[in-house]
């Protein structure tokens, strides 16, 4: 059973520019959480899809969005990056639904700004 | 943003020896969840605990669920090199926040061989 699987691992950005990343749960799975991960903040929930609609979001600006399609892979962009914007960027998926079952991370995203 | 308190921030242990760490919040959790990262990768699941006071066991690594739920705590018995890593304890609140977790700030393990 193929685990989570997040695209590109790697990615170098320029401040102002937009960047839009990938994630494909294991299968069956209809729910995706991304959550952003840094030295200082440690692990942040940023949002959470479930059947294509965005369930929760946590406290992070407008610049930050989401989505998530009819295949359950979902995709995050960022507009307008600044450098605190540098990051690992991981998502979850789960079975979404009941009190049961862990969540599952892909490898993450590692975007840095310059 | 909240985050649960864990401790000990780091830890350096000679192989062999039993390591505990623990987590503890403000609020209350209806599931504990530990995780193990590796440089460069994603948290790994370890233990999952779904009800106040569940003890539960996966090889040498052991958990329990506090009876406040408000806290988790997890044992590592006969500590191994491959051990090392960043362990965090994660919670969810009840009701609708399914995919959200909260997290603890992890905790460094180094063993000595």
């Known amino acids: 059973k193929a685990g989570v699987t997040q695209t590109p691992r790697y990615l170098i950005k320029t401040r102002g520019q937009q960047v839009t990343l990938s994630c494909s749960p294991i299968s069956g799975h209809r729910s995706v959480s991304w959550y952003q991960q840094t030295p200082g903040q440690g692990l942040q929930f940023l949002f959470e899809?479930?059947?294509?609609?965005?369930?929760n979001k946590g406290n992070f600006p407008g610049r930050f969005s989401g989505r998530q399609f009819s295949n359950s892979r979902s995709e995050m962009n960022v507009s307008t990056l600044e450098l605190g914007d540098s990051a690992l960027y991981l998502c979850?998926?789960?079975?979404?639904?009941?009190?049961?079952?862990?969540?599952?991370f892909g490898s993450g995203t590692r975007l840095t700004v310059v | 943003g909240q985050q649960l308190n864990q401790s000990p921030q780091s830890m350096f242990i000679q192989e062999g020896e039993d390591v505990s760490m623990n987590c503890t919040s403000s609020?209350?959790?209806?599931?504990w969840l530990w995780y193990k990262q590796d440089p460069g990768e994603g948290p790994v699941l370890l233990i999952a605990l779904y009800k106040a006071g569940e003890l539960t066991s996966n090889g040498r690594l052991t958990a329990q669920f506090g009876i406040t739920r408000k806290d988790s705590f997890l044992n590592i018995s006969a500590s191994i090199p491959s051990d090392v890593g960043i362990y965090f304890c994660a919670g969810r609140y009840g009701g609708t926040s399914y995919g959200k977790l909260t997290f603890g700030q992890g905790t460094i393990l180094t063993v000595h061989p």
């Open positions: 899809y479930f059947s294509e609609t965005q369930r």
């Open positions: 979850a998926s789960s079975l979404g639904q009941g009190v049961s079952g862990g969540y599952t």
């Open positions: 609020s209350i959790f209806n599931t």
